[in-house]
């Protein structure tokens, strides 16, 4: 706890410091608002318009969860079934690739002509964004399983099941976080994505706007809202990991 309490602490400290630097190289060179604003300028943008950002924050915030549970629900229980299944793998990967190498920037605007400008395609670009480090990642820990533990498994006739159970999917959960961790702030870059092609609302549509009209503090007030936002869910990532990870030494330590 204490380890952990220091990195917070050492943390914010790391970030106030950016903030003061950045506050005061903007004062210090005169920086035009148009082309940089302020953090205190931003600040007061947020403060000035808290409805407006608490809507749009939470409309993308809903389409980044909704398509992260998509993406991790996808992904895990096709890495289940490779497990259960490895003459799968070679052709199911290669259309993973495949799906992963293909540029989002390019399906999303086709997405929005298919579905509309609601949030469906937000949610499937979201899912799609975070579908593929989910299979890597849970893929890579179902396989790779103390080949000890397994001859222990099998020396006390345990069923497929009960390897499965009580072998893989423990040995599994870490890399199952680890990728969680990665998928978490990609979700919200994939709604924000989306939101630029096209959309009604959310912190994206906000993001376009302030861009095309020059106004740079209402475009670094979302920027500030999507960095926050990513942090929160990797740090309450990192706190559950701990609840449920528990038998890792540096899961408790960190």
Known sequence: MNGSRKSGLVALALVLVFFASWEAAVRFFGV?????????????TLATNPEMYLQASALTLGESLAGLLIGVLTGGLLAILLTLLPGLEGGVMTLAILMKSTPLVAIAPLLTIWLGFGVVPKIVITALMTFFPVLVNVLSGLQHV???LTDLFHSWNASRWEVFRHLRLPTALPFLFAALKISAPLALIGAVVAEWTGASGGLGRTMWLAYTNLNLPYLFAAIFILAAGGMSLFRLLGWLERKVVFWLPDSRES
Not at 32 to 44: D, E, G, K, Q
Request: charged letters at 10%; glycine letters at 0%; zero cysteines.
């Open 32 to 44: 035009p608002v148009y082309i940089l604003p302020s953090p205190s300028r931003t600040f007061v």
């Open 146 to 148: 103390d080949p000890a």
